[in-house]
T-cell receptor, first 113, second 112 residues
Framework: GENVEQHPSTLSVQEGDSAVIKCTYS??????FPWYKQELGKGPQLIID?????GEKKDQRIAVTLNKTAKHFSLHITETQPEDSAVYFC????????????FGTGTRLTVIP | DGGITQSPKYLFRKEGQNVTLSCEQN?????MYWYRQDPGQGLRLIYY???????QKGDIAEGYSVSREKKESFPLTVTSAQKNPTAFYLC???????????FGPGTRLTVL
């Protein structure tokens, strides 16, 4: 099955700096890659996603890049703000028809004011 | 969260007891999922259902059971056979024409 690895597990940045979180996946058939933000005690919220026919996608301060050849994808947050502090999860969905997501282990991002 | 409710928010269980976690949605989504989240780990799939009266085991189904009698509801029962049930349980839904899964607010289960 699919295996998703996520790095780093913790990340601290100064407010205004950029943050980058990286994930690798094992199944070359995976074609959908969402990123979720989870605040303490809450359910994950989708913040951005990308499909395998696209190399990069942006939404204001958030961007995701995908390298299908290397089987890795990254989340980029620019101009970080204290409210960006949370746990971020990447996921991959193999093209099996079951629509099952395989998640990374999460990155705890802390933005220092 | 919007449109997905999970109850209760906190649940305490004595060893040997079965407990049922509720998940209800008004998004008219066909697919529903149950995940387990442990500290420092990603979400792991317990069970999923793509249509009413049908469900499939995920990666860690042992000690759990589900039912899908209505499109809106997908309750999860944690049985006494689950050896380490203390965790945060998340329900998710997905529409037919989309890849996106939407999560509920979660239920934190603690075994005393």
């Amino acid at each position: 099955g699919e295996n998703v690895e996520q790095h780093p597990s913790t990340l601290s940045v100064q407010e205004g700096d950029s943050a980058v979180i990286k994930c690798t996946y094992s199944d070359s058939a995976s074609n959908y890659f969402p990123w979720y933000k989870q605040e303490l005690g809450k359910g994950p919220q989708l913040i951005i996603d990308i499909r395998s026919n696209v190399g990069e996608k942006k939404d204001q301060r958030i961007a995701v890049t995908l390298n299908k050849t290397a089987k890795h994808f990254s989340l980029h947050i620019t101009e970080t703000q204290p409210e960006d502090s949370a746990v971020y999860f990447c996921a991959a969905e193999p093209q099996t028809g079951a629509n099952n997501l395989f998640f990374g282990t999460g990155t705890r991002l802390t933005v220092i004011p | 969260d919007g449109g997905i409710t999970q109850s209760p928010k906190y649940l305490f269980r004595k060893e040997g007891q079965n407990v049922t976690l509720s998940c209800e949605q008004n998004l008219n989504h066909d697919a529903m999922y149950w995940y387990r989240q442990d500290p420092g780990q990603g979400l792991r799939l317990i069970y999923y259902s793509q249509i009413v009266n049908d469900f499939q085991k995920g990666d860690i189904a042992e000690g759990y059971s589900v039912s899908r009698e209505k499109k809106e509801s997908f309750p999860l029962t944690v049985t006494s056979a689950q050896k380490n049930p203390t965790a945060f349980y998340l329900c998710a839904t997905q529409g037919l024409s989309t890849d996106t899964q939407y999560f509920g607010p979660g239920t934190r289960l603690t075994v005393l």
